[in-house]
């Protein structure tokens, strides 16, 4: 059917599961990822008694300001990025239930599992981070450190983030 048939949750079942050992770069990912939590979470404990009650919570796509709160929402940030990681970190654990754009045989099942799975560790990492980023400089514009996010900093993470997920399905499908 092409490029984007699916598989249905039927077939989902039918896939073989396979024990796919890690690569050097899925460890190297996943060093990566635990190091964005904690330098997110520890940025966080430093820092929260000293911000002010109200804080910045939202910034526009220029880094200004346009929402404030209680200091208490960059909490939410420290929750998201911890149950991002263990959610992520599940979900890389089963690639045999993914949707995938093209059907998994047993000739390449094994291929397209390797690939997905570093994929998701990518993404963790790449979204750990950003999140780690935002919530230092969410702390460094309510310290008066900075008047704003730097604009920069979120288009980086967000083309980054776009380069990976176009990257994969360019490998993944030449690997079907």
Avoid: C
Wanted: without cysteine; hydrophobic residues 45%.
């Amino acid at each position: 059917m092409g490029f984007l048939r699916s598989n249905s949750s039927a077939a989902k079942g039918d896939r073989p599961q396979l024990k796919i050992p890690r690569t050097r770069w899925d460890y190297a990912l996943e060093i990566l990822a635990a190091v964005g939590v904690f330098l997110g979470l520890y940025d966080l404990t430093v820092n929260y008694s000293k911000l002010p009650a109200s804080i910045p919570t939202h910034f526009n796509f220029k880094g200004e300001v346009d929402s404030w709160g209680g200091k208490e929402t960059i909490l939410i940030l420290g929750v998201g990025i911890v149950v991002l990681y263990g959610t992520l970190t599940l979900v890389s654990r089963i690639p045999h239930l993914y949707n995938y754009p093209w059907e998994i045989t047993e000739e390449n099942a094994s291929r397209q599992y390797r690939m997905a799975r570093t994929f998701i560790t990518l993404l963790k990492a790449e979204i750990v981070w950003l999140f780690s980023g935002i919530i230092g400089e969410t702390i460094k514009v309510a310290l008066g450190q900075s008047i704003q996010m730097q604009p920069t900093s979120l288009l980086f993470y967000l083309g980054l983030i776009t380069a990976s997920v176009v990257g994969y399905f360019i490998l993944s499908y030449r690997a079907r």
